[in-house]
């Protein structure tokens, strides 16, 4: 099943490495492979059905690791496992934790990564509470040596002349802010799109009538969906990063509606070199998501910081190519 | 031309006999086969010009017959042969019987069914008026011996790991009700985009401006999509019922509009076996589409019965495995 | 990357030498080919970053020649040249003439055309201003021996059992006009999915929060997503105009918005024969685009004349068959 027209239909995606069969063969690929935030929303959408069909609130994500590439006509399925729970103190919520793994049709695990989220509990009396909360250990991050490159990839096929820059894994400074210049107004048609697309039936999302009496009185937008539209305006600075292979963290920090406008901030967190390979590294990166707000009047926010604007606040990691000696 | 991926975005389908290929293989396909509503609205599409370009509505099937499956890269005909007429006492609109048949590239038909539209009628004088009613007879269902079940079906191969269900022909009983728990809120750009899918052109769909000047002052959303989303949401308590191979008759009953909330309700009307198969059986439905409205309070509808609230009253078959013996 | 799907659900196009695989093969294609305007509109998208990814308003289009066919999986590159500059009198602004040509992955060039768009200028001193205008010569048309028709192109293929029409390149007379039947009222989210699905990134058509200190106030829809539409519904009057084979001129007449209706006019221009064929011709047309309006009350345009209704009048050719002698 091939999505990856609608996908760039639903979010501007534009990273050649996707849509470009001559550089993705060049890469070292069989075929152009996937958006990695759609694979990740994709099999994201397969544990909706037995984890958050009825969730509050998508709270977190640690230790997320794309792990192979995945290929239009693949096949993925997915299995989680519970790993923790915590009721809330008013006994009406609670937070689960899960660790959830896609694998493609050979059995490839392609894609790892905990979630937490909030859940409505069954009606009981106080006595009845007898489960004792379990909060996982979740690494703060996923370390260097974790990453999985694919050993073929050949990074130095990403040519200037494919993304129209040259810049490389060395010329992005701890610190830099680049705030991308595009911004993209959400309609309700598009986000129930691409949520369906992902196979994700969240009610939350799709069910107007429903959400007259939820706390905001409307359709909530698929956080994930917002990730992949922040991804695509990011292309615009971002051009050679061509793959993510990451999730430390992150938060939805605000609900996304329909008539936002999303902008894009990246932060440049750090560098990573990975062993063995001189011809690309990782870059930390924050993802900053804002909404209805000009970037260049956002002031900066500290990890773990608040701002009514932001409604995605991510710590994820990308695979671009190393500067060559000639 | 494959149109799965689209039809996923726009009605959430989920059923994995059409969307997983190491499934699809196992039941005997030699890929996925298409969504049999999105072959059903496919081939209507292509009888619209011919037939209801400027229909007032549609208003009933009869005798839809599904008798191959159709595949990414099908291509399909249709051909159209009026079998009766009758005017509105009016004399301002009238009534077209039509068996419409479509056929794959190899020329197998692929489906056969009769449905019936209200047309406005050119103006006569009353004496130029002629032409001697005739209605069809239509049977009243498809009986179980011209249901047609592909030979080389193994429905043993959707084993509960594929749908987390293990619900077979066995346990739906004549008369139970499923309230199907989600709901799905349509949007202008969603149905358009969806009737456009099917590359349907009755006006009614996509002209505002026209349509200021009918009588909901607005544009109507096209029957067939309101059936696509029913079946989509009715993955939820019907998981292993895999395929459609009949409609008995139907009609929809009520008309939506964008903004619309559409719920779905099951009622099982009857178990049928098909003869030489002890692995699968068909399963007697009706299909209740109902719109703005909490299920668990909408009243029970005698066949033939109305309900503001119920948009789409749908009786048909579908095929699900029969419980094996160990 | 397959687009065409996506496309025929964004546009309603039904030409069937792009969604009918035996009629294609038919007519000597290897596949299906792509929408011609589905390629212009990808091509058009290549080239917005480098030109006109902050125009004011894109004036016109010459030369434009579609010079070999485009299949899905292919994949398209551009390149573009500036051939001319002229600052606005008011030196707020300037337009720019751009010769662009697109390319498949084996160097084949598919598509070339210029356009020119109106660009904001950086602010400078009266001083400042040095650069004498360029206005290049343009041809006011693409004569008929300058046309790319593939040999391999079997026109007869196209039986009037595809398109259920007889109407050959002889029987379209200079001076007819065709009022096409339908009309397409467009939103918000469909002409943002169908511009992404371009690539293009234009701001104007995707950012409502900024598009609030617009002249408008509001989006723009893209004008290439007019011409498709526009296309799609004169199917309806030229179904045996098989192919687009040039643009000679054009323009965006008046801005298009969220909520308009679009209908579409046809004036027949003139016939042209093509040296060594006596199975098809080109026909010229004039393509109007008019909104919110009854096009039988649409008076007539004469060329270069403004109504306020017209959103669109494009002169341009498509490959039609000529009468076969029995």
Redesign the interface.
């Known amino acids: 099943?091939?999505?990856?027209?609608?996908y760039?239909?639903?979010?501007?995606a534009?990273q050649p490495a996707h849509?470009?069969?001559?550089l993705a063969l060049a890469l070292g690929h069989r075929a152009?492979p996937l958006d990695d935030f759609l694979v990740f929303n994709v099999a994201f959408g397969k544990t909706v059905?037995?984890i958050s069909?009825n969730a509050i609130a998508n709270l977190g994500y640690a230790d997320a690791r794309f792990l192979a590439p995945v290929y239009a006509?693949d096949?993925l399925?997915c299995e989680s496992l519970v790993i923790g729970v915590k009721e809330n103190s008013n006994g009406k919520a609670g937070v689960v934790y899960v660790r959830s793994r896609a694998f493609n049709?050979e059995g490839v695990e392609v894609l790892s990564w905990v979630r937490w989220v909030m859940i409505p509990m069954r009606k009981q009396t106080k006595e009845q509470r007898t489960q004792a909360p379990k909060v996982p250990e979740l690494p703060p991050e996923v370390e260097a040596f974790r990453l999985s490159v694919p050993e073929f990839l050949k990074p130095a096929a990403l040519e200037p002349r494919y993304t129209?820059s040259m810049r490389t894994w060395e010329d992005y400074a701890p610190g830099e802010v680049v705030n991308h210049?595009?911004?993209?107004?959400l309609?309700?048609?598009?986000h129930?799109?691409?949520t369906?697309?992902y196979?994700n039936?969240a009610?939350i999302h799709?069910?107007?009538?429903?959400a007259r009496s939820n706390q905001f009185g409307k359709?909530l937008i698929y956080g994930g969906h917002v990730i992949s539209i922040c991804r695509a305006l990011s292309y615009?600075g971002l051009e050679n990063a061509f793959a993510v292979t990451a999730i430390h963290g992150g938060s939805h920090a605000n609900p996304t509606f329909a008539?936002d406008?999303v902008y894009c901030r990246h932060v440049v967190v750090g560098r990573d070199a990975i062993e063995g390979r001189t011809d690309l590294g990782a870059l930390r990166l924050r993802m900053i998501g804002a909404k209805?707000v000009e970037l260049a009047e956002l002031p900066a926010i500290a990890p773990g910081g608040k701002n009514d604007a932001v409604v995605l606040d991510l710590d994820y990691s990308v695979l671009i190519p190393r500067r060559q000696s000639a």
């Open positions: 099943m091939t999505r990856a027209a609608t760039i239909a639903l979010t501007g534009r849509c470009c069969l001559p152009c059905p037995d069909y006509g096949t399925s049709q129209g210049p595009g911004g993209m107004t309609e309700e048609a598009e129930m799109l691409a369906r697309l196979q039936t009610r799709f069910d107007a009538f429903a359709r615009d008539g406008t209805n």
